[in-house]
């Protein structure tokens, strides 16, 4: 069982950044594959992007890449999201997933592939 807790959301004009954090429980934090995905009103919750237990591997969604950066602290039980040059169009809840990898080096780009999920963080980009 993990516990997901995201933070670092906020309001922020177009061009910013803004850092998220997503803080996991348990001690094999290195044996999840770890992603974010995100949610506007009347939308579908969408991947962004995520990154391999070991952090070797990772991947984004195209609206993200280039701008969007996914990393993980293993002895901090921590993923993080930097997210550069942002556009209102990014304006969502964003919500941290874990699923459990037999391979450190896999990494999930579905929604369906994730069993443990936070409670998200909003992030409101004004244009």
């Known amino acids: 069982q993990v516990q997901l807790v995201e933070s670092g959301g906020g309001l922020v004009q177009a061009g910013g950044s803004l850092r998220l954090s997503c803080a996991a429980s348990g001690r094999t934090f290195s044996s999840y594959a770890m992603g974010w995905f995100r949610q506007a009103p009347g939308k579908e919750r969408e991947f962004v992007a995520a990154?391999?237990?070991?952090?070797?591997?990772?991947s984004y969604a195209d609206s993200v890449k280039g701008r969007f950066t996914i990393s993980r602290d293993n002895a901090k039980n921590t993923v993080y999201l930097q997210m550069n040059s942002l556009k209102p169009e990014d304006t969502a809840v964003y919500y941290c997933?874990?699923?459990?990898?037999?391979?450190?080096?896999?990494?999930?780009?579905?929604?369906?592939?994730?069993?443990?999920w936070g409670q998200g963080t909003q992030v409101t980009v004004s244009s």
């Open positions: 990154i391999s237990g070991s952090g070797a591997g990772s």
């Open positions: 997933a874990a699923e459990r990898s037999s391979s450190s080096f896999t990494y999930y780009n579905r929604r369906s592939d994730y069993d443990y």
